[in-house]
């Protein structure tokens, strides 16, 4: 690790409003995620009610289709007992006509009774043909009633599916509303926390933002290999909680904020029995900053404690100035 007293060429302050832009860009994103989560659970809930409906429609549709092919069959039948009526009576009129051709000629009494009974069987027939007939009308007529009622059913049925899709559409644009009010909300707490950190720390080179985090250089709060914060960082982690406290006591209760404390390193080694890994180190220091937070007063379930070793550099470069400025802890406001 580097030594403590060494100074870097930290970036001065500018009045660039890029870091303003990333850090609503950043927030925008958070929220945007935290909201698309709300947006897909309900459109999950929905989308089940819309499914049960289209089950119930194909069903319906089903049984459409059902009574539309028995009615054709229905009518098929009408249509072979009218041409079977037809026939009798075409039957009828000839029996008839023989009858009076016989009854002219003057026939034995036998050939008349038996065409009369002839007769009698084909008006016996032609009855029943006929009712029949009458039956397969009450039929069809009962099957488009039926028809009638499950064509209004899926009516209603489309109708109730329109008004889902229109209540899904309508959520989609007040969850966009309520993100956009909520990624306004959180950039203007964040950009005041970040102003006020700068009036308490003042224009330190070792201090800077970058993107939507505040970084603190490691040796303001803590010796070379060390997550015990120093007496000149526990001064500078006063300051910084008592503007978490501030910042906390405005943000509405409706917006669930967290400060993360981001632990870095560089990448030289170490190996201790305290730290085997820079893994160790790094979230020894978040912790401890963490800790002395909640005995300042800040809410733990407001606080996050996350170290990342080495692989998160500011620098890539391996200049000593480079090394020292990936040696950090970051201080970033975003949503839980």
Do not use: C
């Amino acid at each position: 690790m580097a030594p403590a007293n060494r100074r870097i060429r930290g970036r001065a302050p500018s009045a660039d409003y890029w870091p303003g832009f990333v850090d609503a860009m950043s927030s925008l994103l958070l929220v945007l995620i935290f909201l698309l989560t709300i947006f897909m659970l309900t459109q999950f809930f929905l989308s089940q009610l819309v499914s049960s409906k289209d089950t119930a429609l194909e069903n319906l549709r089903s049984q459409i289709a059902e009574l539309v092919s028995q009615l054709a069959l229905v009518k098929q039948e009408k249509a072979d007992l009218q041409l079977n009526i037809s026939s009798l009576q075409a039957s009828l009129a000839a029996a008839n006509a023989e009858k009076e051709k016989l009854g002219a000629q003057a026939g034995t009494g036998a050939q008349v009774t038996v065409l009369q009974d002839e007769l009698s069987k084909q008006k016996d027939i032609s009855n029943q043909a006929l009712a029949q007939v009458e039956l397969l009308n009450q039929q069809i007529a009962a099957m488009r009633r039926q028809l009638a009622a499950l064509e209004e059913a899926l009516n209603a049925s489309e109708k109730r599916d329109k008004e889902s899709q229109a209540q899904i559409a309508d959520l989609g644009r007040r969850l966009n509303a309520a993100l956009a009010q909520k990624v306004q909300e959180l950039a203007r707490y964040r950009s005041e926390f970040f102003g006020r950190l700068r009036e308490i720390l003042g224009n330190r080179p070792d201090i800077e933002i970058v993107g939507d985090r505040f970084v603190i250089q490691s040796e303001i709060l803590f010796d070379s290999g060390s997550a015990e914060i120093n007496p000149s960082g526990i001064e500078q982690l006063r300051k910084i909680t008592e503007a978490v406290k501030q910042i906390g006591g405005e943000i509405p209760s409706d917006i669930p904020w967290v400060l993360r404390i981001d632990g870095h390193t560089d990448v030289n080694p170490i190996h201790t029995p305290q730290f085997p890994s820079n893994w160790y180190l790094s979230s020894a220091r978040a912790i401890a900053v963490v800790d002395f937070m909640v005995k300042e007063g800040v809410a733990p379930n407001h606080l996050v404690a996350a170290g990342f070793g080495e692989f998160q550099p500011l620098d890539k470069g391996s200049t000593p100035d480079a090394l020292k400025r990936n040696r950090r802890i970051e201080f970033k406001l975003t949503e839980r």
